[in-house]
């Protein structure tokens, strides 16, 4: 059962089918019922971007870039014959056996426990934790380590020794189309490319240097780590996702493959922030000591999406799913998602970038308007903004339509916790306690629309007054 494991056939890809059906499929079956299925049905978000990234790699291998009437040609099914390149290179996608193995490397050198391949399982003497593990005791089933396989593209970060991230350095945030069916979420995320390229278990770790441009498989399936998987041992219990009395592998071969952060390849899934020098967008490290910091950066990351006219169209709802890894340096801190609907026409771009920005810049003043000292400001905005941003984030709909109703509406969620805030702040009834509960409580976001002066000229610092 387990000599090979080849990947096309076995089940090992987490799905749910519109049905309300759970099951795990292989990779044929997958694409085959593409339209039957209704999501990846993985816990972990970055697993679900993973084998989302993963099954899209083989699209482009297999057909190449989409058809000019793929959104309307398409209505349950990708066409079977699309796929026979697969079963022609059925050995690439052996996860065992002495030959070819999908995503490793048998000259890898350096024992360490299969449970690297998965950020959330503690190693070594990581101790500080709700979840316990033993290095090279505990093991991944067959499911889970082909899963853990196609986080290393993504999800890798720089550390000890000589370990380096992957071809976007650290992991920045991730925005992919998540649609209604498997098939849709697939096509909506399938758009042209100018050289696709080879994957990787076509051309193992022979890919362009961070000097050079990457061809767009190239830069979807890079590898950032070599591994070989030991051989499994039988009748255990996987310490990922549960199951029981299976075949688990416990160590692996797992070493870097180099430096691979190249500034030249455009993901497609990336929002960059800034073209010179780019810089992605990237999940903060919430437990840094210091400066109040939020890790779910919604607003800037919604606005630079509107602005590149990656999501929505007058006719079309576009739905996103967000996700988030935030590290420090070697050490894996949090993973978060964000699913959204955003129903966007042309002419309400540009004042729903503004207004997102302009809420992002009214929530880091509040930190200023309503504390008389900077530790005092800091102790509010930390305590009552995540609560805020969290209920305001899932209205993003409403608020990206640039509608100025929904806008107020997200700036009188501050009222009923400001009120607190301020009998908190100020408990006495003095003229002065009372006149800083005044402050305090009607301390809410500005969210009127700023329209531009025309004409007026930019005044430059230091210049006349």
């Not at 770790?205 to 950032?224: I, N």
């Not at 009607?442 to 000229?457: H, I, Q, S, T, Y």
Request: aromatic fraction near 8%; hydrophobic fraction near 40%; proline fraction near 7%.
């Amino acid at each position: 059962m387990t000599a090979n494991y080849n990947l096309l056939d076995e089940h090992w890809i987490p799905v749910l089918y519109r049905d309300g059906t759970y099951k795990r499929v292989g990779i044929r079956k997958a694409l085959e019922e593409a339209g039957q299925i209704r999501q990846i049905a993985a816990s972990n978000p970055m697993d679900r971007v993973a084998i989302l990234r993963f099954l899209l790699a083989l699209l482009y291998w297999c057909k190449g870039n989409p058809p000019d009437d793929v959104g309307t040609s398409l209505s349950m099914s990708f066409p079977p014959e699309w796929f026979e390149k697969l079963e022609a290179n059925r050995e690439r996608f052996n996860l065992l056996g002495e030959g070819r193995r999908f995503y490793q490397d048998h000259a890898a050198q350096r024992r360490r426990p299969t449970t690297d391949l998965i950020q959330e399982i503690p190693t070594g003497n990581n101790f500080w934790h709700f979840r316990h593990s033993t290095d090279e005791l505990d093991g991944l089933c067959l499911a889970c380590c082909a899963i853990g396989l196609l986080r290393l593209p993504l999800f890798s970060v720089s550390g000890l020794p000589d370990l380096k991230a992957g071809i976007n350095g650290t992991p920045p945030v991730y925005v992919v189309a998540w649609e209604s069916s498997l098939l849709k979420t697939l096509v909506a995320n399938w758009t042209p490319s100018i050289e696709i390229g080879e994957p990787v278990w076509v051309n193992p770790y022979g890919g362009p240097r961070p000097a050079e441009s990457v061809p767009h498989l190239v830069g979807l399936t890079m590898l950032s780590r070599r591994v070989w998987l030991h051989h499994p041992e039988s009748d255990g219990t996987c310490v990922a996702c549960g199951l029981q009395k299976t075949a688990i592998i416990r160590t692996c071969e797992f070493q870097t493959a180099g430096r691979q952060e190249n500034a030249l390849w455009n993901d497609p899934h990336v929002v960059y922030l800034d073209k010179t020098p780019r810089k992605a967008m990237r999940a903060r490290d919430q437990s840094a000591a210091g400066k109040f910091r939020m890790d779910r950066p919604w607003p800037d990351l919604l606005a630079r999406l509107v602005e590149t006219g990656r999501i929505g169209s007058e006719e079309k709802r576009a739905s996103l799913l967000i996700v988030g890894f935030a590290t420090d340096q070697a050490k894996n801190i949090d993973v978060w998602e964000r699913t959204v609907a955003m129903p966007l026409g042309p002419s309400i771009k540009e004042m729903a970038a503004s207004l997102l920005r302009q809420w992002a810049k009214q929530g880091a003043s509040m930190e200023r308007r309503i504390g008389r000292s900077k530790v005092e400001g800091s102790a509010i905005t930390t305590a009552i903004r995540p609560h805020i941003e969290d209920i305001v984030s899932g209205q993003t709909p409403q608020l990206a339509t640039g509608d100025d109703r929904a806008w107020q509406r997200a700036a009188e969620q501050y009222r009923p916790v400001m009120a607190v805030v301020a009998r908190s702040v100020s408990p006495g009834f003095t003229t002065a306690a009372m006149q800083r509960r005044r402050q305090v409580s009607n301390a809410l976001p500005d969210m009127r629309a700023k329209p531009k002066e025309v004409g007026e000229p930019r005044r430059k610092k230091g210049g006349n007054r």
